[in-house]
């Protein structure tokens, strides 16, 4: 079975302060691992992911993530957090096979601080 | 349209009613995906079709629920006889192919409240 837990369920940065928010996956198979981002009552966008070439992946809105087998992390960072950041994340895992569901984390509430 | 579209945005039913949730794909994906999000939780899957085999439908979490997607295009996600636990955000997603490295895109989603 998969699994994704997201470390913080809220997490305050200043503005121009990195952003950490962790990801860590639990699969028997190897996984593709997703971003996605959350506006107040909108749906979510992709922002990255990673489907086994390079181990770091660049997205949109200069953010990226980091996949560490040995970690079983996928944690998203971007170097200078804007206003405009502030939105829920999700990680997701799904199976790299014909056909998977996307298992979603519970996500991490960013709120970035004038 | 070039996105996923859902109808209604908002709903609001009694507890008892029956309620109908439309989802339109982006032209031409294969894969269409339901998912609920209740308040402050992450997606939780309900149910997958491809074209309009209902492959998967293991997330649908009663009876009460039912899906279809008759022509392979749109779908629609009915709940029989709502329940307050039912309040929800509904997502609707399509994917191009069955890769499952594809992008998933995602509708703006219906907002059920049940009074």
């Known amino acids: 079975a998969q699994s994704v837990t997201q470390l913080g369920s809220h997490v305050s940065v200043s503005e121009g302060a990195l952003v950490l928010l962790r990801c860590n996956y639990s699969?028997?198979?190897?996984?593709?691992l997703f971003w996605y981002v959350q506006y107040p009552n909108q749906g979510l966008q992709l922002l990255l992911k990673y489907t086994s070439a390079a181990t770091l992946v660049k997205g949109i809105n200069g953010f990226e993530a980091e996949f560490k087998k040995s970690e079983t992390s996928f944690h998203l960072t971007k170097p200078s957090a804007h206003m405009s950041d502030a939105a829920e994340y999700f990680c997701?895992?799904?199976?790299?096979?014909?056909?998977?569901?996307?298992?979603f984390g519970p996500g991490t509430s960013l709120s970035v601080i004038p | 349209g070039a996105g996923v579209s859902q109808s209604p945005r908002y709903k609001v039913a009694k507890r008892g009613q029956d309620v109908a949730l439309r989802c339109d794909p982006i032209s031409g994906h294969v894969s269409l995906f339901w998912y609920q999000q209740a308040l402050g939780q992450g997606p939780e899957f309900l149910t997958y079709?491809?074209?309009?085999?209902?492959?998967?439908k293991s997330g649908l979490p009663s009876d009460r629920f039912f899906a279809e997607r008759p022509e392979g295009s749109v779908s629609t996600l009915k709940i029989q006889r709502t329940q307050q636990e039912d309040s929800a955000v509904y997502l609707c997603a399509s994917s191009p192919t069955l890769d499952s490295g594809n992008t998933i895109y995602f509708g703006e989603g219906s907002w059920l409240t049940v009074v």
């Open positions: 997701a895992v799904r199976r790299q096979t014909s056909y998977d569901k996307v298992i």
């Open positions: 699969s028997s198979v190897p996984p593709y």
């Open positions: 079709f491809q074209n309009e085999a209902q492959l998967d």
